[in-house]
């Protein structure tokens, strides 16, 4: 298993730059090494992929691996995003669908007005709370990366579904 972390906060570099950046240094610190071209799920979590003006994100992030055989997409499930990516790695490592995962997750924010940012977050509340004001938000950028290793398939006790 490894863990990236890029510097918190008001960055210079852009999203691909902060992708880029995170899944490499993910990679140079797996435990017990680990080539890209042995990890076959890339995903990437983003809040709202507005704020990277890139819909494809996760096709960026499968250029940067630099392994045309992985699987790769993005999950966007607003606050939750980092957690549901984490949570369907898990689930297809556990599965069998792959063995080496690769998660990543990137927010960047300052780049854009206050208003905006806050436009683009206050949709993510749904309809009824789109109204509501919002004076004051952070607005930070960093790039996480978890790159999740299948070390045999997990015991479990609990009953099979139907």
């Known amino acids: 298993m490894s863990f990236s972390h890029t510097k ?12 880029r950046s995170s899944i490499e240094s993910a990679i140079s610190n797996v435990d017990h090494g680990i080539d890209p071209s042995d990890i076959d799920l890339l995903i990437v979590s983003n809040l709202d992929n507005q704020f990277a003006n890139q819909h494809q994100i996760g096709t960026v992030a499968w250029g940067y691996l630099g392994n045309p055989r992985a699987q790769a997409f993005r999950i966007e499930a607003a606050c939750a995003s980092g957690g549901m990516a984490t949570h369907v790695a898990k689930q297809m490592i556990d599965s069998g669908v792959a063995r080496n995962a690769l998660v990543v997750g990137v927010e960047k924010m300052t780049h854009l007005s206050t208003g905006t940012a806050t436009s683009i977050l206050i949709r993510e509340a749904g309809p009824r709370k789109s109204t509501m004001e919002l004076r004051s938000l952070p607005r930070t ?8 290793r299948n070390m045999g398939r997990p015991k479990t006790t609990s009953p099979s579904l139907p």
Do not use: V
């Not at 918190?8 to 992708?19: A, Q, R, V, W």
């Not at 950028?141 to 999740?148: N, V, Y």
């Open 141 to 148: 950028g960093s790039a996480r990366s978890c790159i999740w």
């Open 8 to 19: 918190y906060g008001k960055l210079s570099e852009d999203i691909p730059t902060l992708l």
